[in-house]
């Protein structure tokens, strides 16, 4: 029943993702560019790859080996009873097979390790994912939030300029005093310092945007609903202990561990090969007498290597390979406990945000009614200019505490979503290309027998961000020509 629940919530948040506006950038294009563009999942895709080659590493220990010789020997002297009458040159072509019979089982386990350390690799990619994601929402949501509040700002400063104009005109005919003009005029320059500290943080947002995501933003659309949450914190946590992706990777880790021990236990076990060898040998300046001057040779055989005393190196190994599991072992727990911790705290904010909104939006509309009584009021001398300014400040301070609580909640509910492991690519329904498949590099390099198969050097798949004015000019350096940066054109200086 909960993987029937949990498909339906995917489907809706992805459904609710693929619905934009055309003329704005959607949060779901946003996430789209950070899962094609943004270095930190572009790395962990290739940590995988290696990660991968190393189930290929741990199979090549358990397959044939086959060897060349080859030399050319001249004797420069010889005397006594080794003067044979020739010195050479001579040549020899020696041609050795091994195949590995028995080996402790140190094969066995390091394959088992290697593709045990995948899944855990898969799982991290699937983690780092979630939380790439979790920071593109944010950044997202902080832009919205932050414009509103420029625009709450700007609003509020030209209102408050209105009320300095009108206050002074009514300072001149004799209706106020003095006082009243003064705290109109504190109050706008107070609103002007607030704008100037809200175009601040804008820039601050829009940059972490262009990290994250990897470009600027335009015109951002609202986002969508998120899908439904759990009803209590214990039915999160029940999710996200099945299916984070950090947790599975750290129980997976502690599972190859288990299998390093076996494979240290086996360097204590008696390792068996057969062997086959040919010679071939040619004098090339001849031997003197009837002896020939080539010859062939042949053998077949087995190898047994028993292992009687190593000075306390397999003990060594073994004891340390306990320990590395002992700490992965812990390291679950210390996992298991973020787990927990995350999903809670994810699930109070994003209530503790539901609840402010709610609140918040009653105080925008009482504070809405308060500033237009206390406006009438004060053009029939019931009130004071104070009494204005501080009811349009308490309004303006409800509109930004809005507009932060509804950013505050959507940014939880997708934490939440991530700690629950239900905020990765194939959770969000992205379009516009096929999602990276890490099955597809495993198939093709984890049983790769070629020794001289490789890759061609990695290009960078994740966009720089630099704008030509940013290009450094090295010192001593007269700009006489175009600076180029990624394709786009600087003219001189």
Do not use: C
Not at 27 to 40: C, D, G, I, K, Q
Not at 171 to 190: H, K, N, P, Y
Not at 284 to 289: D, E, R, S, V
């Amino acid at each position: 029943m909960s993987k029937v629940l949990r498909k339906l919530a995917l489907g809706t948040l992805a459904a609710a993702l693929m619905a934009g506006t055309a003329s704005a950038d959607t949060l779901r294009e946003a996430l789209l560019s950070t899962y094609r563009t943004n270095p930190t999942i572009t790395g962990q895709r290739e940590a995988l790859r290696a990660t991968d080659a190393n189930v290929a590493i741990a199979r090549a220990a358990g397959r044939p080996q086959v060897s060349a010789t080859a030399g050319i020997n001249r004797d420069l002297t010889r005397s006594g009873i080794l003067d044979t009458g020739g010195k050479g040159p001579d040549l020899s072509v020696g041609l050795d097979l091994s195949y590995p019979l028995f080996n402790g089982g140190s094969v066995r386990n390091s394959v088992r390790a290697a593709q045990t350390r995948v899944e855990a690799g898969r799982a991290t990619l699937r983690a780092v994912e979630g939380d790439v994601f979790t920071e593109a929402v944010a950044a997202y949501m902080d832009v919205i939030r932050d414009r509103a509040i420029v625009e709450l700002n700007a609003n509020n400063v030209r209102v408050l300029g209105t009320n300095l104009e009108a206050t002074r005109d009514r300072f001149e005919i004799g209706d106020l005093t003095r006082t009243d003009v003064a705290q109109s005029e504190a109050r706008l320059q107070l609103g002007r310092a607030n704008l100037a500290t809200a175009q601040g943080r804008l820039t601050s947002s829009e940059e972490n945007y262009r990290r994250v995501i990897g470009k600027r933003p335009e015109a951002l659309a609202p986002p969508p609903p998120l899908p439904p949450l759990p009803s209590t914190p214990d039915e999160a946590v029940r999710i996200a202990l099945a299916n984070n992706p950090d947790l599975i990777a750290v129980t997976r880790q502690a599972s190859a561990a288990g299998f390093d021990v076996s494979v240290a236990r086996a360097g204590r076990l008696p390792t068996v090969s057969s062997v086959v060898s040919g010679t071939y040998i040619n004098a090339l300046g001849g031997n003197p007498g009837p002896l020939p001057s080539t010859g062939t040779q042949t053998s077949a055989g087995l190898n047994a290597r028993i292992p009687l005393y190593q000075g306390g190196l397999p003990a060594a190994r073994i004891r340390a390979a306990q320990a590395l599991e002992g700490q992965f072992l812990e390291q679950m727990i210390a996992t298991e406990r973020a787990v927990v911790s995350n999903t809670r705290s994810a699930f109070a904010s994003y209530q503790a945000a539901q609840n402010a909104i709610a609140s918040n939006v009653v105080a925008v509309n009482a504070n809405e009614l308060a500033l237009e009584g206390a406006r009438a009021e004060q053009s029939v001398g019931t009130r004071t200019v104070l009494d204005v300014l501080n009811a349009e400040q308490e309004l303006l301070n409800a509109q930004v505490a809005l507009v932060t609580a509804r950013r505050d909640a959507y940014v939880a509910g997708f934490q939440l979503l991530n700690a629950m492991g239900q905020a990765e690519a194939d959770d969000l329904g992205l379009e516009g290309g096929p999602l990276y498949d890490p099955l597809g590099n495993y198939r093709r390099v984890s049983s790769n027998w070629n020794d001289w198969a490789n890759d061609r050097r990695h290009d960078p798949v994740a966009t720089r961000t630099v704008t030509p004015s940013e290009v450094p000019v090295p010192l001593g350096r007269v700009l006489t020509e175009p600076v180029t940066t990624s394709g786009v054109t600087q003219p001189p200086q």
